[in-house]
């Protein structure tokens, strides 16, 4: 690890004096761009992140939002957390423990706002499936989500699987989590006085993910794999199981006064940023870390990312109370400093001074692993009144830490807007290749390995548009279960495919897109996070289309009324085989006054109508750009942006989802109408006509904000989506278990069973 010369020169300024090595590497992993934001904190301004629900908006470990009050519409006292991460790199390096170490942190984020972990998506983006890396990837990141994920027992309801042969060399794992938390239990990461105890809780420290920071800041190399495996964290879900119990007992006593886990850059990272937010200082000793490796020196014990650890602000007389539940947990525990006024410092006694106590018996359990601090010789650095030997090896102003990295001014270049050359192809054959493609396909094979039902709270499981979590009237899963609010819908997820066509569009879409999965649900979105995923920013092409995605993302959540409460941004995803498509993966949260709402499973009884779609009424060219139509059979073209009006339509088909005669409803987007009524089709069939236009465009557009509802009663529909979107009926729903497609070049028809084999390519390929 090495400060670029610019920032040395500026760090250099600031303290009078060259940086110590342990400073150095605090200063670089610090000021990296995965911790600092170096390159895109400047265009994060664009999104609203206040709402009358936001309690605690960006820039803390999740954010807070308030539930509305089901009765009234007013925030309740029950909260939500939300947060966001990437464990890109990790992920390609060691694809089981980067997904895995990927839940544990973005788990004990939620674990620091004092909330209750109650669900967990991810968002996954992998190479083209017919390459056997890729499958490897796949499965690896699969099996370390489902593990981690399972052993601490938090449901993972939903997400997204993407393919595209850009990510071949740089693969995405955006994984959320969603928390219960109420307005007495709320912990945020701002030290709170001086003179307060830290207290480290979890894990012992050891030498594991040294530099990861600064790691997922650069481009991969061709030899990621082999050479940057020491960066890669290494998981324990049973250890984070047991700190996520302690850490609820901690709370429920009132023992925390702030909180912080140790992500990025370690203990360095998490305590410097815990003091520098409440504008304060810190003196630590890093003798008192308790370490599972012997002779770990001062660079290393700060910047390590040994998982399962959370670093506490606790009052003095509390500490005693903290050691009792750690070891109850049988979790390590150290006093490792206190909060003070003034810059933070640490002090090290040299590699001498550690040792481990080991229990009879043999290795040491978490609890029983400690250090001792013994003299060692004076060294320079030493301070008058420290005990002798020590050394003061980190001393600087927190604030300049965490917040001193100058932002990059970077050039950059406007997306360019592609040629129309769509190929002719015979409308068979195009509805095999789409219906069949592992972008549209199943994605049962990933969710069936989770587990998405403990702790009894998802009333719509993983497969359908949107997950609902059941909040009102629950069993307790956890003492953070009081008050009121409503129930919880999510949507998580984004698609390479339209913001490689568009970065701007393809971004308002994605938004739409989720926005309209909630409303299927019936649900009212209520705020968002996003992870914003691009490739190396100093390529003035790939800033250009980062620069759009995040106009594209924050235009439509200002249009829609959702703020963004929070986020993360992982650029350097580059490598060898280039770029990644600019990726805006987003997590968006909705209320749900009624957890009955209708499924994406045709009932076999209803006429069937498409909403939001101005290409079937000839009001619109139907733009195949971003297809996975065109992504299978060659071509480009134009995408089609989603309509200015979508929070009225989003209202609307909240409301027409709830209405008794809807049997019915599904979000119409990736792949098209094709596959929505493709996905539609199981026990019962449809029978429709889409002819009267281009039967390609009609079927295979992708364009976001559209629905298709089967109803008993079209006129509560049209009366509904009237002055919002358009409304036409398509044909009907079947007894029969087949799907029949009339268009201007022929009729399309497909059985259930059919459907279902074509559909089936993922399992039909890893199992």
Same mark, same amino acid.
């Given at each position: 690890?090495?400060?670029?010369?610019?920032?040395?020169?500026?760090?250099? $300024?600031?303290?009078?004096?060259?940086?110590?090595?342990?400073?150095?590497?605090?200063?670089?992993?610090?000021?990296?761009?995965?911790?600092?934001?170096?390159?895109?904190?400047?265009?994060?301004?664009?999104?609203?992140?206040?709402?009358?629900?936001?309690?605690?908006?960006?820039?803390?470990?999740?954010?807070?939002?308030?539930?509305?009050?089901?009765?009234?519409?007013?925030?309740?006292?029950?909260?939500?957390?939300?947060?966001? %991460?990437?464990?890109?790199?990790?992920?390609?390096?060691?694809?089981?423990?980067?997904?895995?170490?990927?839940?544990?942190?973005?788990?004990?984020?939620?674990?620091?706002?004092?909330?209750?972990?109650?669900?967990?998506?991810?968002?996954?983006?992998?190479?083209?499936?017919?390459?056997?890396?890729?499958?490897?990837?796949?499965?690896?990141?699969?099996?370390?989500?489902?593990?981690?994920?399972?052993?601490?027992?938090?449901?993972?309801?939903?997400?997204?699987?993407?393919?595209?042969?850009?990510?071949?060399?740089?693969?995405?794992?955006?994984?959320?989590?969603?928390?219960?938390?109420?307005?007495?239990?709320?912990?945020?990461?701002?030290?709170?006085?001086?003179?307060?105890?830290?207290?480290?809780?979890?894990?012992?420290?050891?030498?594991?993910?040294?530099?990861?920071?600064?790691?997922?800041?650069?481009?991969?190399?061709?030899?990621?794999?082999?050479?940057?495996?020491?960066?890669?964290?290494?998981?324990?879900?049973?250890?984070?199981?047991?700190?996520?119990?302690?850490?609820?007992?901690?709370?429920?006593?009132?023992?925390?006064?702030?909180?912080?886990?140790?992500?990025?850059?370690?203990?360095?990272?998490?305590?410097?940023?815990?003091?520098? @937010?409440?504008?304060?200082?810190?003196?630590?000793?890093?003798?008192?870390?308790?370490?599972?490796?012997?002779?770990?020196?001062?660079?290393?014990?700060?910047?390590?990312?040994?998982?399962?650890?959370?670093?506490?602000?606790?009052?003095?007389?509390?500490?005693?109370?903290?050691?009792?539940?750690?070891?109850?947990?049988?979790?390590?525990?150290?006093?490792?400093?206190?909060?003070?006024?003034?810059?933070?410092?640490?002090?090290?006694?040299?590699?001498?001074?550690?040792?481990?106590?080991?229990?009879?018996?043999?290795?040491?359990?978490?609890?029983?692993?400690?250090?001792?601090?013994?003299?060692?010789?004076?060294?320079?650095?030493?301070?008058?009144?420290?005990?002798?030997?020590?050394? $003061?090896? #980190?001393?600087?102003?927190?604030?300049?830490?965490?917040?001193?990295?100058?932002?990059?001014?970077?050039?950059?270049?406007?997306? %360019?807007?592609?040629?129309?050359?769509?190929?002719?192809?015979?409308?068979?054959?195009?509805?095999?290749?789409?219906?069949?493609?592992?972008?549209?396909?199943?994605?049962?094979?990933?969710?069936?390995?989770?587990?998405?039902? #403990?702790?009894?709270?998802?009333?719509?499981?993983?497969?359908?548009?949107?997950?609902?979590?059941?909040?009102?009237?629950?069993?307790?899963?956890?003492?953070?279960?009081?008050?009121?609010?409503?129930?919880?819908?999510?949507?998580?997820?984004?698609?390479?495919?339209?913001?490689? +066509?568009?970065?701007?569009?393809?971004?308002?879409?994605?938004?739409?897109?989720?926005?309209?999965?909630?409303?299927?649900?019936?649900?009212?979105?209520?705020?968002?996070?996003?992870?914003?995923?691009?490739?190396?920013?100093? @390529?003035?092409?790939?800033?250009?289309?980062?620069?759009?995605?995040?106009?594209?993302?924050?235009?439509?959540?200002?249009?829609?009324?959702?703020?963004?409460?929070?986020?993360?941004?992982?650029?350097?995803?580059?490598?060898?085989?280039?770029?990644?498509?600019?990726?805006?993966?987003?997590?968006?949260?909705?209320?749900?006054?009624?957890?009955?709402?209708?499924?994406?499973?045709?009932?076999?009884?209803?006429?069937?109508?498409?909403?939001?779609?101005?290409?079937?009424?000839?009001?619109?060219?139907?733009?195949?750009?971003?297809?996975?139509?065109?992504?299978?059979?060659?071509?480009?073209?134009?995408?089609?942006?989603?309509?200015?009006?979508?929070?009225?339509? +989003?209202?609307?088909?909240?409301?027409?989802?709830?209405? %008794?005669?809807?049997?019915?409803?599904?979000?119409?987007?990736?792949?098209?109408?094709?596959?929505?009524?493709?996905?539609?089709?199981?026990?019962?069939?449809?029978?429709?006509?889409?002819?009267?236009?281009?039967?390609?465009?009609?079927?295979?557009?992708?364009?976001?904000?559209?629905?298709?509802? %089967?109803?008993?009663?079209?006129?509560?529909?049209?009366?509904?989506?009237?002055?919002?979107?358009?409304?036409?009926?398509?044909?009907?729903?079947?007894?029969?278990?087949?799907?029949?497609?009339?268009?201007?070049?022929?009729?399309?028809?497909?059985?259930?069973?059919?459907?279902?084999?074509?559909?089936?390519?993922?399992?039909?390929?890893?199992?």
């Amino acid at each position: 690890m090495s400060l670029s010369d610019s920032d040395r020169e500026i760090i250099t $300024t600031e303290l009078g004096r060259e940086p110590t090595r342990a400073e150095a590497a605090l200063f670089e992993n610090l000021w990296s761009e995965h911790c600092a934001y170096r390159s895109s904190r400047p265009l994060l301004g664009a999104f609203d992140s206040e709402g009358e629900h936001v309690v605690v908006g960006p820039g803390d470990d999740a954010a807070v939002v308030a539930l509305p009050d089901p009765g009234t519409g007013e925030s309740s006292g029950t909260y939500i957390t939300l947060g966001i %991460e990437s464990h890109n790199h990790p992920s390609y390096v060691d694809p089981y423990d980067g997904a895995a170490t990927g839940i544990g942190g973005i788990v004990r984020d939620t674990l620091s706002m004092g909330a209750y972990p109650l669900a967990l998506t991810d968002s996954l983006y992998f190479g083209g499936f017919d390459r056997e890396h890729t499958r490897y990837l796949l499965e690896g990141v699969v099996e370390g989500i489902s593990d981690y994920g399972n052993a601490i027992g938090v449901p993972t309801v939903g997400g997204s699987l993407a393919f595209h042969p850009d990510y071949e060399g740089n693969p995405l794992v955006n994984v959320a989590c969603v928390g219960l938390v109420t307005e007495d239990r709320l912990v945020t990461a701002e030290a709170q006085k001086a003179g307060n105890a830290l207290v480290l809780v979890g894990n012992a420290t050891g030498r594991d993910g040294l530099g990861g920071a600064s790691f997922a800041s650069e481009d991969l190399a061709e030899d990621a794999e082999t050479e940057d495996r020491p960066a890669v964290q290494v998981g324990d879900p049973y250890a984070e199981k047991l700190l996520i119990e302690a850490n609820e007992m901690l709370v429920d006593e009132g023992l925390v006064e702030s909180a912080r886990d140790l992500g990025a850059a370690g203990l360095g990272g998490a305590s410097s940023e815990l003091v520098a @937010k409440g504008g304060l200082g810190a003196r630590i000793d890093l003798n008192s870390v308790h370490q599972r490796e012997p002779d770990m020196n001062a660079m290393e014990i700060l910047l390590a990312e040994s998982q399962e650890r959370m670093c506490y602000e606790v009052r003095p007389e509390n500490v005693d109370r903290v050691e009792e539940i750690a070891a109850r947990f049988d979790l390590g525990c150290s006093v490792i400093g206190e909060v003070s006024e003034g810059n933070y410092t640490c002090t090290f006694g040299g590699s001498e001074a550690q040792r481990v106590r080991e229990p009879q018996g043999g290795s040491p359990s978490p609890s029983e692993v400690r250090c001792t601090s013994e003299d060692a010789s004076d060294g320079p650095g030493g301070e008058q009144g420290e005990p002798r030997g020590r050394e $003061t090896v #980190v001393d600087v102003p927190p604030g300049f830490l965490t917040d001193g990295a100058p932002m990059n001014d970077l050039d950059y270049v406007e997306p %360019e807007e592609p040629a129309r050359e769509v190929p002719d192809v015979d409308i068979e054959e195009a509805f095999r290749e789409v219906v069949s493609s592992p972008n549209t396909a199943s994605k049962e094979w990933v969710y069936r390995q989770y587990d998405h039902e #403990v702790g009894l709270r998802t009333a719509v499981k993983p497969g359908d548009d949107a997950a609902v979590l059941a909040i009102r009237d629950a069993d307790a899963a956890s003492s953070a279960d009081r008050g009121r609010g409503s129930d919880l819908a999510i949507s998580a997820g984004a698609d390479p495919n339209w913001t490689a +066509a568009d970065p701007y569009e393809g971004a308002r879409a994605v938004a739409v897109e989720n926005a309209t999965n909630l409303a299927a649900k019936g649900a009212t979105p209520l705020a968002a996070v996003d992870c914003l995923n691009g490739g190396n920013p100093e @390529k003035p092409d790939v800033y250009g289309g980062f620069r759009a995605i995040v106009s594209g993302l924050a235009d439509a959540c200002s249009a829609l009324a959702v703020p963004v409460v929070g986020g993360n941004v992982s650029l350097y995803n580059d490598s060898a085989t280039g770029p990644i498509p600019p990726t805006p993966t987003l997590a968006m949260v909705g209320t749900v006054d009624d957890r009955d709402a209708p499924p994406t499973r045709l009932a076999g009884e209803g006429s069937l109508l498409v909403v939001g779609d101005p290409v079937l009424t000839g009001d619109a060219t139907p733009e195949l750009g971003g297809s996975e139509l065109l992504a299978r059979v060659g071509g480009s073209d134009r995408f089609p942006a989603p309509a200015e009006n979508a929070p009225a339509f +989003a209202g609307a088909l909240a409301g027409i989802a709830n209405d %008794e005669g809807t049997l019915a409803v599904h979000d119409a987007s990736h792949g098209g109408l094709a596959v929505t009524l493709a996905e539609m089709v199981g026990e019962a069939g449809a029978r429709v006509d889409l002819s009267g236009g281009p039967a390609l465009g009609r079927l295979f557009n992708e364009r976001a904000g559209r629905a298709v509802i %089967e109803t008993t009663d079209p006129d509560a529909v049209r009366e509904r989506f009237s002055g919002v979107a358009p409304v036409v009926e398509i044909g009907e729903a079947t007894p029969e278990e087949t799907l029949e497609i009339a268009t201007d070049v022929g009729e399309l028809v497909s059985d259930a069973d059919e459907i279902a084999a074509l559909r089936d390519v993922l399992a039909r390929e890893l199992d």
